[in-house]
């Protein structure tokens, strides 16, 4: 493995499966695959909002850019998939809440479904170290 490259696992099932990272550093970028609203065993936001989803899948995102040496601060590029456009408001509040100051280029797309069916949001960031 090159040493530039830096791999960060995280406690998707699908890792292995798929073979991909939660997130991989190289020099000063982070990029955080797509992150769903899971917790540690498997469930998803009790009450399925999309809020609570959104707020779920910006915490993975951020414990993975810890482990990579970044933080939210540093994000510059957002996408937000959607199952569907009435859930734009809730998870766009979220995200204005953790970027208004930083503001990233941000896209939010509304697809036809999520690899699980209990998502309504899913999240996906990079980051430029050093920057925040």
Do not use: K, N, Y
């Not at 970044?70 to 456009?85: E, I, K, P, Y």
């Amino acid at each position: 493995m090159r040493t530039d490259r830096q791999l960060i696992a995280g406690t998707s099932p699908f890792e292995a499966t798929i073979g991909f990272s939660r997130a991989v550093r190289v020099g000063d970028r982070v990029f955080v695959s797509g992150t769903g609203p899971v917790w540690p065993d498997g469930t998803v936001a009790a009450d399925a909002q999309a809020q609570a989803q959104a707020r779920r899948c910006f915490e993975l995102i951020g414990a993975a850019l810890t482990q990579a040496g970044a933080s939210l601060h540093d994000v510059t590029r957002t996408r937000m998939f959607l199952t569907g456009a009435q859930h734009a408001a809730a998870v766009g509040a979220v995200h204005r809440e953790l970027f208004a100051a930083i503001r990233p280029a941000a896209t939010m797309v509304v697809v036809a479904g999520l690899l699980d069916q209990r998502w309504v949001v899913e999240v996906e960031a990079e980051a430029t170290i050093g920057i925040g």
